[in-house]
């Protein structure tokens, strides 16, 4: 039986062209374990390649008929060809991180073959430091970056000696049934079109409220952003990086501005976007707004393939030279937010989250995304983690690095990954409308120096005197 496509879902596979492909993907960096014998990385393989029958998403594919994906569904794939879908790569000798990246680089740029199940992974050896990594994409339409990360965390062993299937078996779809006691959730009850109608009446008044604020204020919306270098069209290259932070690091600084962590992640994107552009003579006067995509899904529902996110708007204080008003401003600007959030039911919920992306479907179909004011200038997405070890098939998990997507006029994506006491960049942008990213490493950690210098000192009263282009 074909399970149909919500519109949020058809979205993806509409926005997909080859400049613009629509997949998710992750960087597992692992650690080979003491004494290896020479083939331990044939039989890993080997052992990834080993799914009899395979679990959802992972064994759905793609079935459409009319243009436009207007019937598209998914239909179980029961004859999946597991050596098209487990790939075996090595590194060049000495095998740095840098090699590894722009390996990543190439293949995430890679569209997804429509004729078998939406995803791919990338078993890579040969890395220096005596450890190996798993690159897994998988299409947005599928099932969204959340409930990817969660799906393959969820399946990795505690423990190295702990003996478990392939994250993408059949058989994990009992191990989870024993485990939770629940064969599937309650399908949800579609709201009524009185509910509908007065939804879509609230949404469009709070959105109208909120084209009228001023583009100085720290107050948010679609179509708040400056234009910038990085909202033009987008080329077919890609440049991926990658790096880590720790976590008990920022949280230290998250304590001493009264902030969350996410708050601090944000700014330290502001700090390291304002000196890129400044390094480029390119910032502009208002400060850049970030999507901030927002998990709406329950934690029974992370099997179910699909999409269950929203997003916010938030200022990234760009325009504001002091590190520690920025965060300020970035405060401000997230409470507003998650207040409006906060204060919608699940179905003005959903049908904000269909009226902000809308445009941006509707910009990529025609071709003026990139053309066009842009809704936002960049995504920063901030994804929870497990806090303990992970292990696969006795390799401990060392780090994990999310690669996202980007679209015309939107070239660069920042995503983090918390894991064990790291927090994990990973970066994606266009390699000719966002050149140099790699330098953005280095402006994350100066934009974090900062927030810990000003934390040190009282912060400045005047903010005129942090205020700045320039």
């Known amino acids: 039986m074909k399970k149909r496509l919500t519109l949020l879902d058809s979205g993806w596979l509409t926005m997909e062209t080859p400049e613009?492909?629509?997949?998710?993907?992750?960087?597992?960096?692992?650690?080979?374990?003491?004494?290896?014998?020479?083939?331990?990385?044939?039989?890993?393989?080997?052992?990834?390649?080993?799914?009899?029958?395979v679990a959802r998403p992972f064994n759905r594919k793609l079935h459409a008929r009319l243009p436009m994906n207007l019937d598209a569904g998914w239909v179980n794939d029961h004859d999946i060809d597991m050596e098209y879908h487990v790939r075996h790569a090595a590194l060049p000798k000495p095998g740095r991180i840098r090699e590894l990246l722009s390996l990543i680089s190439r293949v995430h740029a890679q569209r997804l073959d429509r004729n078998h199940p939406l995803w791919e992974c990338y078993l890579i050896e040969g890395i220096e430091g005596n450890r190996f990594a798993l690159y897994v994409k998988i299409h947005h339409s599928l099932v969204d970056g959340v409930a990817a990360m969660r799906i393959l965390q969820s399946r990795l062993a505690m423990a190295a000696d702990q003996k478990l299937p392939p994250p993408w078996s059949a058989e994990w779809e009992d191990i989870e049934r024993e485990q939770t006691g629940k064969v599937k959730s309650a399908k949800r009850k579609a709201p009524s079109v009185g509910e509908s109608v007065k939804a879509l009446g609230n949404v469009a008044v709070n959105l109208a409220k909120l084209a009228t604020t001023s583009k100085d204020s720290n107050v948010k919306s679609i179509y708040k952003a400056p234009p910038t270098v990085l909202n033009k069209r987008v080329h077919q290259a890609r440049r991926f990086v990658a790096q880590s932070w720790s976590l008990s690091r920022l949280k230290a600084v998250a304590k001493q501005y009264d902030a969350t962590l996410n708050d601090v992640v944000l700014a330290m994107c502001g700090g390291a976007l304002r000196e890129y552009l400044l390094g480029h003579s390119v910032l502009p006067a208002h400060s850049l707004?970030?999507?901030?995509?927002?998990?709406?899904?329950?934690?029974?529902?992370?099997?179910?393939?699909?999409?269950?996110?929203?997003?916010?708007?938030?200022?990234?204080?760009?325009?504001?030279?002091?590190?520690?008003?920025?965060?300020?401003?970035?405060?401000?600007?997230?409470?507003?937010?998650?207040?409006?959030?906060?204060?919608?039911?699940?179905?003005?919920?959903?049908?904000?989250?269909?009226?902000?992306?809308?445009?941006?479907?509707?910009?990529?179909?025609?071709?003026?995304?990139?053309?066009?004011?842009?809704?936002?200038?960049?995504?920063?997405?901030?994804?929870?983690?497990?806090?303990?070890?992970?292990?696969?098939?006795?390799?401990?998990?060392?780090?994990?690095?999310?690669?996202?997507?980007?679209?015309?006029?939107?070239?660069?994506?920042?995503?983090?990954?918390?894991?064990?006491?790291?927090?994990?960049?990973?970066?994606?942008?266009?390699?000719?409308?966002?050149?140099?990213?790699?330098?953005?490493?280095?402006?994350?950690?100066?934009?974090?120096?900062?927030?810990?210098?000003?934390?040190?000192?009282?912060?400045?009263?005047?903010?005129?005197?942090?205020?700045?282009?320039?």
């Not at 960087?27 to 390649?49: I, K």
């Not at 100066?446 to 040190?456: F, H, I, M, S, V």
């Open 20 to 53: 613009t492909p629509m997949h998710v993907g992750g960087l597992m960096l692992y650690a080979l374990p003491d004494n290896t014998p020479e083939n331990y990385m044939q039989d890993m393989l080997a052992w990834l390649r080993d799914a009899k029958e």
């Open 289 to 470: 707004v970030a999507n901030v995509p927002v998990s709406v899904r329950s934690a029974d529902q992370v099997d179910e393939g699909g999409n269950a996110i929203s997003a916010v708007q938030v200022t990234l204080g760009t325009r504001i030279r002091s590190a520690s008003v920025r965060i300020k401003a970035i405060q401000e600007s997230m409470a507003s937010a998650k207040q409006r959030l906060g204060d919608m039911s699940k179905v003005e919920i959903d049908t904000h989250t269909i009226m902000t992306n809308v445009p941006l479907l509707a910009g990529q179909v025609s071709g003026l995304d990139g053309r066009i004011p842009v809704l936002f200038n960049v995504v920063v997405s901030n994804v929870p983690g497990p806090r303990e070890a992970r292990f696969l098939n006795g390799a401990e998990l060392l780090a994990n690095y999310p690669a996202s997507l980007i679209w015309h006029g939107y070239a660069m994506n920042i995503t983090v990954q918390s894991y064990q006491d790291n927090l994990d960049f990973g970066i994606i942008a266009c390699r000719e409308s966002a050149p140099k990213v790699q330098r953005m490493l280095d402006y994350l950690e100066n934009a974090l120096l900062e927030l810990e210098q000003e934390a040190e000192k009282p912060a400045r009263q005047d903010k005129t005197q942090t205020v700045s282009a320039q």
